[in-house]
């Protein structure tokens, strides 16, 4: 049994910090969130009133947090020297490679470890401990970090050093907008011309039309259980941090001229749906969005 501070306890870091409490592992978790906090006591994890409160003597410390300015304002010179020597570091948040690479010379300046290893899966793959795992690091930071990702995940990729495993994050994260808008396109096409929803779905999900979205996160309501879209959109991936990490994709395509016109136009859909007042909800909700009766009242 190992000794883990959690930090960040929202809708995807709350599920993982659950799963590492059920590994029989002594889970310490801080969040600005109250109401977090009360959910994870009540899963049977501990609380602290700071972060690092909450890394005192841990083995491992795990983050998993909005944005990069995030994690940079956390993982500071002052918040790893509170840490013992040789503490693991997992930062799971999605950030752009640049402060990724940063913060984990930092954490080896002061003899600890550090993996940036971004998830894959959604709020489903956290809370039944199925995400794919990116990692970006040493081989020996990979190794220590494994036992305790494969109490969160199913799958682990090595992507390369410090900052692969954001970026490979950043690339599935534009191609993930990409299909769920294309799937929602479809679906709402399919509905206007009175089509089930229900049906036209499972016909797409056995034809060459299949994708994730489609699939395990179906944005259509009354279609799948579990998902977002059964719920209200409530829950799940934000569409602001769609937004974030599709703007993080166009930074890097500006930085090495690489082009994404798919990616720019699903970046201004998702923006124009977060300025519309909906940023908080999950990033299917967008199948609202591009519903022609629904942009004609926005």
């Excluded at 050093?161 to 808008?181: H, R």
């Excluded at 779905?201 to 059964?230: C, F, H």
């Excluded at 994709?249 to 977060?274: N, V």
Aim: include cysteine; aromatic fraction near 6%.
């Amino acid at each position: 049994m190992s000794k883990i501070a959690f930090i960040g306890l929202g809708n995807m870091g709350g599920p993982m910090a659950v799963n590492l409490v059920k590994s029989n592992h002594d889970v310490t978790g801080f969040d600005l969130s109250k109401e977090a906090m009360l959910s994870f006591e009540r899963a049977g994890g501990k609380t602290a009133t700071t972060a690092i409160e909450a890394c005192d003597g841990a083995d491992v410390v795990v983050t998993m947090l909005p944005s990069g300015k995030h994690v940079a304002g956390l993982i500071t010179a002052e918040f790893i020297d509170n840490l013992k020597p040789g503490t693991l570091i997992i930062e799971s948040s999605t950030i752009d490679p640049t402060t990724a690479r940063s913060v984990a010379l930092l954490a080896e300046a002061h003899d600890c470890l550090m993996v940036d290893a971004p998830v894959s899966g959604g709020t489903v793959g956290a809370q039944n401990a199925t995400l794919t795992f990116i990692v970006g690091g040493a081989d020996q930071a990979l190794e220590r970090a494994r036992p305790y990702l494969n109490c969160m995940g199913k799958n682990i990729f090595h992507a390369g050093p410090s900052g692969a495993g954001q970026m490979t994050k950043i690339c599935n994260n534009l191609l993930l907008s990409i299909l769920m808008i294309g799937t929602s396109e479809a679906l709402n096409l399919g509905v206007a011309n009175g089509l089930d929803p229900k049906v036209l779905s499972e016909i797409m999900q056995k034809s060459s039309g299949r994708n994730w979205a489609l699939e395990i996160y179906n944005p259509y309501p009354g279609v799948m259980d579990g998902t977002p879209a059964s719920r209200e959109y409530v829950g799940g991936f934000a569409v602001d941090l769609m937004a974030k990490d599709l703007g993080l994709a166009i930074e890097a395509g500006l930085q090495t001229h690489t082009t994404t016109p798919l990616g720019s136009t699903a970046f201004d859909l998702y923006k124009m749906w977060s300025e519309a007042g909906s940023g908080r909800l999950d990033f299917s909700s967008i199948i609202r969005f591009l519903n022609q009766k629904e942009l004609q009242l926005s």
